[in-house]
Structures are given as C-alpha cells and as structure tokens.
C-alpha cells in the first residue's frame, strides 16, 4: 500500500516536472577582455587549441571555441563598446557568462519555460554563432546563471 502511493506520488511528480528536457550542455560562455590573450591562456589549461573564430554582429562579441570531450568553450570578446560583453565586463569582470544548453526545437523550449515561469531576454530565436539559433533566459529567474538555449541549424 505504501509502495504503491509512494510510487504515485513519484510518478506524478515526475510528469509535472519533466515537461521539457534540454539535450545536453552545448557549451560554457566566459567573457574575455582579451582575445588573443585568452585563447592562449585557454589553449595552454584545457591542452587544446581553438577551433574556429567568429563574429556575430548583431551581438558586437568576437568568439573563439574550443571543443573540450562533449562541451565548447566559447571565449567572448567585445568588438566594441556597444557590446553586452563590454558591459558584463565593466560591471562584474573577466569570467563565467553563461551556459548553453542545447533543445530539438528552440521556439517550443521558449514558449514552456516562460509558461513555467522564466522571463526570457528574446522572445524569439535568433541567429548566434557556430550554425545555431539561439535565445537567453534572463538570470533573474535562474538563480543568477545566465542561460542560453540553443538549437544546431547548420553544421
Ligand atoms: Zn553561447
């Protein structure tokens, strides 16, 4: 009898939480006054050199990725002053700016976690670096973690 409500509860709990799983850690953001210098510094602790660079644009952020087992590094640099990465810098320094995690359908990911609460920073997806769509949660509603969800269009 016990077992069996136990199991119940178990169950139910599980179908209300698991509405929506992300596939895996896609990669690690940290942000980097220093391009040049933090792809050496990165080059030198993880044993690997990177593995592409790229600008996105719309974002004023350099990147630099390195494949590390299953996860990427992504440096994050500024290209210029406009640039958040400048901000998040100036007010908290070099370091961990987020994690990504990686969904089948990203449009789908965004409507759940607002509907689970999250506030989002884009309501929409929109295009990042390394082939993918990609949208932030804000971290206010992830106990200060910046979260990216992101979704691979183009390899
Ligand atoms: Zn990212």
């Not at 494949?67 to 007010?91: H, P, R, Y």
């Not at 759940?112 to 609460?117: A, C, D, L, R």
Request: overall charge negative; aromatic content about 8%.
């Amino acid at each position: 009898m016990q077992i069996v409500s136990l199991f119940q509860l178990y169950h139910k709990r599980m179908f209300f939480v698991v509405n929506f799983s992300m596939n895996k850690l896609e990669h690690i953001g940290i942000a980097v006054a220093n391009l040049e210098a933090s792809e050496a510094l990165f080059t030198s602790l993880l044993g690997v050199s990177p593995y592409k660079r790229e600008v996105v644009e719309s974002e004023h952020v350099i990147t630099s990725f390195f494949q590390v087992g299953e996860v990427k590094i992504e440096l994050l640099a500024a290209s210029n002053d406009q640039s958040t990465i400048a901000k998040f810098i100036e007010k908290k320094g070099e370091g961990l700016h987020h994690l990504a995690f990686e969904v089948d359908d990203i449009a789908q990911a965004l409507i759940e976690k607002s509907n689970s609460g999250f506030e989002l920073i884009h309501t929409q997806p929109k295009p990042g670096a390394d082939g993918k769509m990609i949208a932030f949660l804000h971290p206010k509603t992830t106990n200060s973690v910046l979260t990216e969800l992101c979704q691979t269009v183009n390899k």
